[in-house]
């Protein structure tokens, strides 16, 4: 794996050095535990576990690389390969020996995660003061997130606060940016959308265009954008209390060919996908048919990328975010804890044969994933045109598409309580775990 870093760690602290120790201490015990209560029998049960962890491993590339019935055997095998393991230990009374390694690995992870995640320590978007709005406009989808709009009364409840509603109910697709521009000039001084990304994305380089704030309404089926704003996705009537008690955040926003998106934009194999008319219905299921094509050199669109300066050859698939996502995901769904970086995070999949597939699977190092952050990506193809997902939806593009960065662009109103915010989850580098647990005063780790 390709990765570049864009930032020191801080200075660590006492207890995250002794967390560091009780790591590598708790690691040490899982693997003296097996070797010295089990004696020799340790050997053979050792290459058990192996086995099974390679047996489990093959079903799960195969589940995701095969169509039919070899992909539900090997979700079976993968299913029993656990299982078929404990009775083995269980069969040569070794499973009490099993349990406690085990546990002990258990809590050398959790003990990894706690030392770094001090490093974590800048976390939260600044955030600052911000005066009600007086005449604030929201768009709402009916349709969206399978009716939340009406099962939540968002609409009265918004008129209640002295909203003015626009309701897409027509049959034909509304202009969401004619319509958000129009009320800039009717006098509105705050743009909200209770819709999907996409629709969030419309208005908000409306608002971004007037320097007027915006307002997130999770009412679309994901929401990822009020995810990482730290929204709550279970009741999106409580993104209103923005309009009464808010505070203000400034947030990058992504911009590609003239089209701006809050989350991502995706080429290759995931764009493919996201260009099927079966997507938008049953994204897993249709992910899943088509994922083995991602898995194999056959199909699809050649892609080339250039990152600041970094090639990225022949990528299968290749994600552009709005601010690069934790731990180095790879298709987008996990969560990014700050939105105001003024970067892209990259990330690229070239998995050629098996092998590599599998080794990322198991989030090895590798040539196979490409992670980095850059501000401007010029994505090339060997076709005129060429597929992308922006946020979701499905368009083509003329090559080369260029994907940039406008750092700060977006006021957006929040509520002064958000549910959803919450630490985002450090990566297991154990390069760092060293460092926090040698002796002596571990210095702030340099860029790479």
């Not at 393991?85 to 040569?92: K, M, N, S």
């Not at 990482?228 to 808010?246: E, F, Q, T, V, Y």
């Not at 995706?266 to 938008?280: C, H, L, M």
């Not at 899943?288 to 990328?305: K, M, V």
Request: hydrophobic content about 45%; some cysteine; charged content about 20%.
């Amino acid at each position: 794996m390709r990765y570049r870093s864009e930032a020191s760690s801080p200075e660590a602290t006492r207890s995250q050095r002794w967390l560091a120790r009780l790591c590598f201490g708790l690691t040490a015990a899982a693997i003296a535990i097996v070797a010295v209560v089990a004696g020799l029998r340790s050997i053979p049960m050792l290459a058990v576990g192996l086995a099974a962890a390679a047996v489990t491993l093959a079903a799960a590339y195969l589940f995701l690389s095969r169509r039919g019935v070899t992909r539900w055997l090997s979700l079976t095998v993968f299913a029993l390969a656990p299982i078929a393991l404990i009775l083995v230990y269980a069969f040569r009374s070794l499973l009490w020996v099993a349990i406690v390694s085990g546990g002990a690995w258990l809590l050398a992870g959790l003990a990894a995660r706690l030392a770094l995640a001090g490093d974590l320590r800048d976390w939260q978007m600044p955030s600052r003061p911000a005066a009600p709005a007086t005449r604030p406009f929201l768009i709402m989808n009916p349709r969206s997130g399978d009716g939340k709009v009406a099962r939540f009364g968002l609409k009265s409840k918004a008129e209640a606060l002295g909203a003015r509603v626009f309701l897409m109910s027509g049959p034909e697709p509304a202009d969401v940016a004619g319509i958000a521009s129009q009320a800039i000039a009717d006098g509105a001084d705050l743009l909200g959308v209770a819709g999907g990304d996409g629709t969030q994305a419309l208005v908000a380089a409306v608002a971004a265009e007037h320097d007027v704030p915006f307002m997130v309404i999770t009412a679309g089926t994901r929401n990822h954008f009020g995810l990482d704003l730290g929204l709550d996705r279970d009741d999106p009537s409580a993104c209103l209390d923005a309009l009464s008690d808010g505070v203000e955040l400034r947030v990058d926003l992504g911009r590609i060919g003239g089209r701006t998106f809050v989350n991502n934009a995706s080429f290759g194999a995931y764009a493919d996908i996201v260009q099927t008319a079966a997507y938008r219905e049953d994204k897993l299921g249709t992910t899943l048919n088509l994922l083995p094509d991602l898995l194999s050199d056959s199909g699809g669109t050649g892609l080339s990328a250039r990152a600041d300066g970094t090639e990225i050859a022949a990528p299968h698939a290749l994600l552009i975010a709005n601010n690069p996502y934790g731990t180095g995901d790879i298709a987008g769904l996990s969560r990014r804890a700050r939105l105001d970086r003024g970067v892209l995070g990259v990330v690229g999949v070239q998995v050629g044969n098996a092998r590599a597939a599998v080794r990322l699977l198991r989030g090895t190092r590798n040539t196979s994933l490409t992670v980095l952050t850059a501000t401007e990506v010029v994505v090339t193809g060997d076709a005129g045109q060429i597929p992308v997902g922006i946020d979701g939806e499905a368009v083509l593009m003329p090559v080369p598409v260029c994907c940039t960065t406008r750092p700060g662009a977006l006021r957006v109103l929040v509520p002064r309580n958000r549910p959803g915010q919450r630490p985002p989850r450090p990566p297991l580098d154990w390069a760092r775990l060293r460092q926090l647990a040698a002796p002596g005063r571990p210095r702030a780790r340099r860029p790479a």
